[in-house]
């Protein structure tokens, strides 16, 4: 079942023509012309659509929350800074059908009310901007965008807002100082966008993945996207996957295939690289908890884990892990889970905004501690203090980047200690190039 | 490249900036500190102190208001850099893919380390962190342009090709 990507592989689909050649901006014709914007909000509400940025908040709830005061122009901000390790699937839709992005933020824009609305993309991606510039002006020429559009009255000017090189413009609150023009520190919440957002006005901030399923939402009505996938994981889910997989890339899944479907069927990534054996993931991006390759497969019930949000997290930070953004990042035999740690505790803290003392100092020091373990210069005591600086940072800050920089290390150190003990005890061991401890008896050992 | 002497965009750009100007609401137009910090680096290579006063005078806007911008976001060289800028991905799944060993032939073949640049001021070298472009790593990007599932032989013909 493919929603978003279905023609994806068609030759000239970043075209408007053949874009609508296989059944694009239907969706804006009918939101726009048969729909009011309060029909379309609750059609989102029934697919149980949830935010595809990382948290997994409900679209449709959120949608609702947005204040509307007389005469204060409200705002949908689409978030395209995409820059959570492990993470590559809006850069991959944006820059094979820029469209499908562009339609639904049309049919959003209009749910929502916003006659301005903005696409923040990272700045390294400027050649995908350019892409979507080029679509953008072709919904202009079609009606699609601008004034009076399909002779409805609505009125929408769509913009794209290049970032500068900064993972934390990802947070919403600092996209929007970064919109503003100023330096991405996240706002303490409340007030919340939907309240006061850019500007101060009422915003929405969705994922680019989130927007872009709105279409199909309304084409098809939102009870048949909430009939695919599991419970209240609904719909489908764009994976990127990456590590040492066969097939790397960016898959669309329906919610709800095994873990070990997705790892190993031909369908997707395609098993481990030839010869090897899997040793741990990153389910959900690098801000979740790394498993080890049997409790990833399996719940510690025994059954088989499922890519939905509820059984990826099954077992909470114990067993379990996060969907996330669907960041899905593979590992085998080969692969140093404290080498691995050490570069997403550098990115944590070359990536702290600074404005907090527990996440400035406190990813400053995991980075440190790691790095000297490492390169075998780690003492008995560093690894019961990396997960004090952890627990020190944990819900102590005014973004969720200090939790998520506390949460790989915590979870890296209570899966595999031992390889932690092992650098610590056997640095000379360590420190060689290609160096990997093996645990006895373990399944990829 | 041509060398200018005076900090002024051309024509065609300063049209393009008066639109980018118009993208926000009334009195809001600081938000095109970004795209116009993208445009004086394309145009200048790098964001000199005159390049920031410059685009402050261009948004009515005190010059340090530019500076802490710039200075927030890594994209921005705020020091004199080589003609080309390589940007390698040093995030966990580019080095799961071998980025370190790709990244240490690309050293050892320019002979300068990160934040480097090579005597004759074609190439510099830095670190950036994850590309969004993991599944198709090592990769390292050269202004606008992605390399992507680099091998050490890659890394030859792209610098060898850079060079002519
Ligand atoms: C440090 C940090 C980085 C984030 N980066 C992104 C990002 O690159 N893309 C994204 O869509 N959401 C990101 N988020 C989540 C956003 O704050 C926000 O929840 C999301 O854009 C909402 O969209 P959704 O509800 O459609 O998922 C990030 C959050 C944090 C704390
Ligand atoms: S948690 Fe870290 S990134 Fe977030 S506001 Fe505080 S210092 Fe900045
Ligand atoms: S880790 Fe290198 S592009 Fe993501």
């Not at chain 1, 978003?4 to 000239?12: C, K, M, N, R």
């Not at chain 1, 659509?49 to 005061?69: E, Q, T």
């Not at chain 1, 599991?230 to 990456?242: D, E, F, W």
């Amino acid at each position: 079942m493919k929603i978003l990507t279905e023609h994806i592989d068609v030759p000239g689909i970043e075209t408007i023509d053949v874009f609508c050649k296989h059944g694009g901006y239907q969706a804006v014709e009918k939101a726009i012309k048969k729909m009011t914007p309060d029909e379309v909000t609750e059609e989102v509400k029934k697919s149980g659509l949830r935010g595809r940025g990382g948290a997994g908040f409900p679209v449709g709830m959120k949608w609702s929350f947005l204040a509307k005061p007389e005469g204060v122009p409200r705002y949908l901000v689409c978030n395209a800074d995409e820059s959570e390790p492990g993470t590559f699937k809006d850069h991959y839709l944006m820059w094979k059908s820029p469209h499908t992005l562009i339609e639904g933020m049309i049919v959003s824009s209009f749910a929502l009310g916003a006659n301005t609305s903005y696409i923040y993309v990272r700045g390294e991606l400027m050649y995908v901007i350019h892409i979507l510039e080029k679509a953008i002006q072709e919904a202009y020429d079609k009606g699609y965008l601008g004034k009076n559009i399909l002779g409805s009255g609505y009125d929408l000017d769509l913009y794209i807002q290049p970032g500068g090189g900064a993972y934390i413009c990802g947070e919403e609150t600092a996209l929007l100082e970064s919109l503003e023009g100023k330096r991405g520190n996240p706002r303490i919440k409340p007030p919340f966008p939907a309240v006061k957002g850019v500007w101060q006005c009422p915003t929405v901030v969705n994922n680019v993945e989130s927007i872009a399923a709105t279409s199909w939402i309304i084409n098809h009505g939102g009870d048949s996207y909430a009939a695919i996938g599991v419970g209240r994981s609904t719909g489908t889910k764009l994976i990127s996957a990456s590590g040492h997989i066969r097939k790397p890339g960016v898959y669309e899944i329906p919610l709800g295939i095994t873990v070990e479907d997705f790892i190993y069927s031909d369908e997707w990534c395609g098993g481990i690289r030839d010869g090897h054996k899997l040793k741990a993931v990153v389910a959900g991006g690098s801000s979740v908890p790394i498993l080890s390759a049997e409790m990833i497969l399996n719940t510690v019930d025994g059954e088989k884990r499922l890519m939905t949000y509820e059984s990826l997290s099954d077992g909470g930070f114990a067993t379990g892990t996060m969907l996330g953004s669907g960041g899905f990042i593979v590992m085998d035999e080969t692969t140093c889970i404290v080498h691995n740690t050490l570069t997403f505790a550098r990115f944590y803290h070359h990536e702290s905004c600074g404005q907090c003392s527990p996440c400035r100092e406190g990813t400053g020091w995991m980075d440190k501690v790691i790095y000297r373990i490492e390169h075998g210069n780690g003492r008995k005591e560093d690894i019961d203090l990396l997960v004090d600086v952890a627990k020190k940072i944990e819900g102590n800050t005014i973004c969720p980047l200090g939790d998520a920089a506390a949460w790989p290390v915590a979870a890296a150190i209570r899966h595999f200690r031992d390889e932690f003990e092992w650098h610590i005890e056997h640095p000379e061991l360590a420190i060689q190039p290609g160096a990997v401890y093996m645990r006895p008896g373990a399944s990829w050992a | 490249m041509e060398v200018k002497n005076t900090i002024v965009f051309s024509a065609e750009t300063l049209e393009l900036v008066q639109k980018i100007m118009k993208r926000y609401p009334e009195g809001k137009h600081k938000s095109a500190i970004l795209p116009i910090l993208h445009l004086a680096q394309a145009e200048w290579n790098w964001c000199s102190p005159e390049v920031m006063d410059y685009i402050a005078s261009l948004l009515s806007i005190a010059p340090v208001e530019v500076y802490e911008v710039a200075s927030f976001y890594t994209m921005f060289h705020l020091e004199p850099v080589g003609e080309h800028v390589i940007e390698y991905c040093r995030t966990g799944p580019c080095c799961l893919m071998g980025g370190v060993e790709v990244y240490d032939h690309l050293k050892k073949r320019l002979g300068i380390q990160t934040d480097e640049t090579t005597a004759d001021g074609k190439f510099t070298i830095k670190e950036v962190e994850c590309l969004a472009a993991c599944g198709w790593g090592p990769v390292f990007q050269i202004k606008e342009k992605f390399y992507m599932q680099l091998t050490a032989e890659k890394v030859d013909q792209i610098i060898d090709e850079l060079r002519k």
